[in-house]
Every structure is written in structure tokens, then in C-alpha cells.
């Protein structure tokens, strides 16, 4: 198995521009999370998914997130317009069918850097 | 609601030292634990989790985690530290019933450097 797979792996962009971030989760998960890392803040749960459906989306920081999970094998996170303070590794994992006994599988991130 | 808290930060031990890493979990019903590592540069990993029956939890790379419900606590340990073990480690809280699913509560993480 490919684990979870993310795109781009690094991302720099400015201020003002819209950034999307890709995740594939593994093949069979049905839930699906978003994290955002920072030194100050740590480690954020930003929105997850189960089977697709959006379940709770209160981590995401303003509207200018945004996320979507058209179907089982793909998400994005967009932030329009992006700012310096967005600059962040960004986190994706999965999790497969079953009870909460069972793990989260985390992507290798996005590493996105707002000039 | 669950909580996860983790005493320190930052913990530095010696090449070939205990490790020990705490947590401490608040939960209204019975939790499910677990300990995630994160390299450098990497995504979070797990390294062990407990569910149900045996307390004393064994992971990857020598690790091991015991499950206290009287003193709510879930700390890790490893008898001889390695330069390898040096990492960030995540503990994570989630309710064993109802349905949650899959999202974790984590805490806010411990650096832990091993000098040579």
C-alpha cells in the first residue's frame, strides 16, 4: 500500500494567492482528516470526513478555508486568499472502516510557506 | 469531552538512559490510548496503542506504554534510550463508545533529545 499520499510536498507561494493542497487517502478508509502544524500552535485538527460527508469543520480558521472530498479516494484543502500566517505544514490522514480502536495513518505533509 | 495532557515539553535524557514521557488523559467514559512519533520532517506515526485487556502496551522500537484508570494516566517508557528514539511523540485520547469516527484528541506533544 501507497499510504497516504499528499501534493505538492513543498509549497511557496504570496500573499493573496489561492493554494490547494491534495490528499489521497488509503484505498478503503472512510474517514479522513486535516491538521495544520505550526511551532506556536502545535498540532490542529482543522476538519475531518467520514464516508465523504463533512462531520465537523469548527477547527477551520476562517472562511478562507476550505475543504471538500468529492469522492472516497480524494480531498483539497484551498485557502483563498492565502497570508503569511497560513505558513504551515499541513497534515493529512485516514482512517480506516471500523471502531475508534483503529489508528490514524498520516500523510508525509505539505510544507506551505506564504511570502 | 476528552483531554490529553502532556507533562514537558521538551525532556532530554542520555544515550542508553530510561526514557519515560507522560500523559495524563480526561475522559468521561472508557478511552482508547495511543502514542504517535514524528520524525523530523515526517508525518506522525504510531508506535502503540491500548484498547482493551492487557494494560502494559508494547509498541515498535522498545517501547511501552501502561495503562493506569486509576491515576488516568498512559505514560511512555523505554529502558535504554538510542540517538534513533530522538523525535517529537504525540499522546491521543479517544472514546471507546459512541461514534467518533476516528478523531483523536491529542496532546500538545514532547520533544525528546538523546545526547550521546
Known amino acids: 500500500d501507497a499510504g497516504v499520499i499528499q501534493s505538492p510536498r513543498h509549497e511557496v507561494t504570496e500573499m493573496g494567492q489561492e493554494v490547494t493542497l491534495r490528499c489521497k487517502p488509503i484505498s478503503g478508509h472512510n474517514s479522513l482528516f486535516w491538521y495544520r502544524q505550526t511551532m506556536m500552535r502545535g498540532l490542529e485538527l482543522l476538519i475531518y470526513f467520514n464516508n465523504n460527508v463533512p462531520i465537523d469543520d469548527s477547527g477551520m480558521p476562517e472562511d478562507r478555508f476550505s475543504a471538500k472530498m468529492p469522492n472516497a479516494s480524494f480531498s483539497t484543502l484551498k485557502i483563498q486568499p492565502s497570508e503569511p500566517r497560513d505558513s504551515a505544514v499541513y497534515f493529512c490522514?485516514?482512517?480506516?472502516?471500523?471502531?475508534?480502536?483503529?489508528?490514524?495513518?498520516f500523510g508525509p505533509g505539505t510544507r506551505l510557506t506564504v511570502l | 469531552a476528552q483531554s490529553v495532557t502532556q507533562l514537558g515539553s521538551h525532556v532530554s535524557v542520555s544515550e542508553g538512559a530510561l526514557v519515560l514521557l507522560r500523559c495524563n488523559y480526561s475522559?468521561?467514559?472508557?478511552?482508547?490510548l495511543f502514542w504517535y512519533v514524528q520524525y523530523p520532517n515526517q508525518g506522525l506515526q504510531l508506535l502503540l496503542k491500548y484498547t482493551t485487556g492487557a494494560t502494559l502496551v508494547k509498541g515498535i522500537n522498545g517501547f511501552e506504554a501502561e495503562f493506569k484508570k486509576s491515576e488516568t494516566s498512559f505514560h511512555l517508557t523505554k529502558p535504554s534510550a538510542h540517538m534513533s528514539d530522538a523525535a517529537e511523540y504525540f499522546c491521543a485520547v479517544v472514546s471507546a463508545g459512541g461514534t467518533s469516527y476516528g478523531k483523536l484528541t491529542f496532546g500538545q506533544g514532547t520533544i525528546l533529545t538523546v545526547h550521546p
Open positions: 490522514a485516514s482512517t480506516p472502516r471500523g471502531g475508534n480502536y483503529n489508528e490514524q495513518f
Open positions: 475522559s468521561s467514559v472508557p478511552p482508547y
